[in-house]
């Protein structure tokens, strides 16, 4: 429309021999001759760092940032950038010498290692009648851990340390477990059964010793279930209800099987085997 319009404009100063109509002709084409380079110069020479994001559960959305850097002494200006075909755009400008972060978002569709999606990043600068565009494919890979089952059942019967299989630390669906007893002074915070303190005013502890000598065994073939994703899902919601009492667990899957630990470094190696398996 742009090369149409100035045309229109020429063929009319000739006809007319306006020598306005040739100034602006000439005028708004060399505006836009400039705007080309202008434009391109916008992106070209840019540098885009991008922090992988950390681990999420599948069907949530991974923000990541990414920080766009400009050595030149000129602020670049009308920078946009999104996710390869999602439609939501991010603007900012960058300015002289000087960094500009953006957020964007990604959701994947399944558990798993994902590559990062591809990023594309345009700019309309100056004039908004050039569009200078580029793709970018970062490195960095994401982690998506499977989504725990909405309303688990309890946790499975768990083992003594001796190898007897004893009573299961029975979980009631209101998340609290026989084996109670006075609070004692130096108990922690997660073992006060806190519900029951708020219905009586008495302060009531989880048996410290039980939870020790608990072991639980997480076992994808005793989940109960057929499909093989449903048995993930039940596992990574067993996963993080043990870890949230503070129990002793392992976790056997076809393929893998990890010894009983506790901890942090332990739930996020069981998780990353279910979203690997």
């Known amino acids: ?29 060399g505006c836009a001759v400039v705007a080309i380079h202008v434009s391109h110069s916008t992106l070209c020479g840019l540098t885009l ?81 050039f569009r200078v565009w580029a793709m970018w494919r970062p490195a960095a890979h994401l982690l998506v851990y499977p989504a725990p089952e909405p309303f688990a059942p309890p946790l499975p019967v768990g083992q003594t340390s001796e190898g007897l299989h004893a009573h299961a630390l029975r979980i009631s669906h209101q998340g609290e477990q026989d084996g109670l007893r006075p609070y004692r002074r130096g108990d922690t915070l997660k073992t006060i059964v806190w519900k029951k303190a708020a219905k009586t005013g008495e302060l009531v502890s989880r048996d410290s010793t039980t939870l020790q000598q608990q072991t639980l065994w997480l076992d994808q073939q005793q989940t109960g279930l057929r499909e093989p994703e449903a048995q993930l899902d039940r596992l990574c919601a067993w996963v993080l209800r043990a870890d949230q009492l503070g129990l002793t667990y392992g976790l056997r899957l076809r393929s893998e099987e990890i010894a009983p630990n506790s901890g942090t470094v332990h739930r996020q190696r069981c998780l990353r085997a279910l979203a690997l398996a």
Do not use: K
């Open 1 to 29: 429309m742009l090369g149409v319009t100035l045309l229109l404009l020429l063929v009319a100063s000739i006809n007319y021999q306006l020598n306005l109509g040739y100034v602006l002709t000439f005028l708004l084409t």
């Open 49 to 129: 760092n991008l922090i992988a994001p950390d681990a999420i559960h599948a069907g949530a959305t991974a923000i990541f940032n990414t920080t766009l850097h400009n050595d030149r002494r000129t602020v670049r200006y009308g920078i946009g950038l999104s996710v390869l075909h999602s439609g939501q755009w991010a603007w900012t400008d960058v300015p002289s010498q000087s960094d500009a972060r953006i957020q964007l978002t990604y959701t994947p569709d399944r558990r798993g290692l994902h590559r990062l999606p591809t990023v594309s990043i345009e700019t309309f600068f100056p004039l908004g009648t």
